[in-house]
């Protein structure tokens, strides 16, 4: 199991990680008694880099996980996430990043994840409302008073990661990253390394696109989220067919998955980026754990890397 450093704080990982939303949100049906099976299953596993955040579920997520932490807390290096708010209906409720709302709702994950403290605690999204240096400050508090280890921000910019770094030392940002995502090799990329925070790549199969199974509309559950994403209608979904093509073959020609190939490309893309691909399914786990073993060739690595710096993706990611 190849581990990696995130940040230059002392935060060590396994490379690929469980993102553990689509258990309780957004990706079809669900029910606890797998979710926890597969939870088990990642700690046998040694994938012990959990991905949560208050508003999946909302909130269910992190009482799931709350419930699979007994008695292995230790094993376990778990993220969180605050800032998107929403109502227990589920209503979106905007962005929020004021001080005495950041310490609130770690006090509340804490709570559901029935533990003391949090490894990774992440700034989900920033508000641009409240200066970030005001949120960094509550969060460094949170360092300070022992109840989170690290501090992360997601789908932050180059400026606004600067200024948070600043304030407290970030660990890790995490953004969306996979072979439909790249926008994040430009400019952030290079910020991050120069200051020394490392990269987590959220959905990186591309939200299931990239394994080659979810090939029309049809193949989504009714009420999937998926359903309202531009990259998921079905003139975006035959377009970007094309890089789906071509992962599939070289899949074909080895004795792996393309969700495998999908992962491993990404992976070749720095020693300092950790994946957490989401799953409900032991058999989709550990194809993914084993992604860390595949080996592209210089050639595969090529046709891939080609591939989407040529092929403009259909559809924005959100
Ligand atoms: N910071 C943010 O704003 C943000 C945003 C989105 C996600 N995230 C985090 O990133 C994690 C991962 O992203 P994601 O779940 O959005 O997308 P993803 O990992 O790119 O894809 C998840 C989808 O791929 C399917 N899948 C997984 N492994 C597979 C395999 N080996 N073969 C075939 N299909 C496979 C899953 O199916 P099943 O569900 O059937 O297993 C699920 O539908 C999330 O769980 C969450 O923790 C963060």
């Known amino acids: 199991m190849k581990k990696i450093a995130l940040g230059e704080q002392g935060l060590v990982v396994p490379v690929v990680g469980l993102g553990c939303m689509g258990m309780s949100e957004f990706y079809g049906k669900h029910n606890q008694k797998d979710n926890l099976t597969v939870l088990d299953r990642a700690v046998e596993l040694g994938c012990t ?44 409720l905007g962005v929020n990043g004021h001080p005495d709302y950041v310490k609130a709702s770690c006090e509340a994950s804490l709570k559901r994840l029935n533990t003391d403290y949090i490894d990774i605690y992440y700034q989900h999204r920033i508000d641009p409302n409240v200066p970030i240096e005001d949120t960094v400050g509550a969060m460094g508090d949170l360092v300070k008073e022992g109840k989170v280890r690290y501090l992360g921000l997601s789908e932050a910019d180059p400026e606004q990661i600067k200024r948070a770094h600043q304030v407290h030392p970030i660990s890790a940002l995490q953004t969306e990253y996979s072979l439909w995502s790249r926008d994040v090799e430009e400019n952030i990329l290079p910020t991050i390394r120069e200051l020394g925070i490392g990269f987590v790549a959220y959905s990186p199969m591309g939200r299931g696109f990239l394994s080659g199974t979810i090939n029309q509309r049809s193949d989504l559950q009714e009420g999937d989220w998926r359903l309202e994403n531009p990259r998921f209608e079905q003139v975006a979904m035959q377009k970007n067919r094309v890089l789906l093509n071509t992962i599939n073959n070289i899949a074909k020609n080895s004795e792996y998955t393309s969700a495998q190939i999908s992962l491993a490309w990404l992976l070749s893309r720095g020693e300092d980026i950790g994946i957490i691909p989401g799953t409900k399914q032991i058999e989709y786990l550990e194809q993914n754990w084993l992604s860390q073993q595949v080996k592209l060739s210089k050639q595969e690595l090529n046709s891939l890397n080609q591939l989407s710096d040529k092929h403009v993706i259909a559809g924005p990611r959100y």
Do not use: C, H
């Open 49 to 92: 880099f959990w991905d949560s955040a208050d508003m999946y579920g909302p909130f269910t997520n992190e009482e799931l996980l709350g419930k699979a932490l007994v008695g292995q807390r230790d094993k376990i290096t778990l993220a969180t996430k605050f800032g998107i708010t929403r109502g227990k209906q589920g209503e979106w």
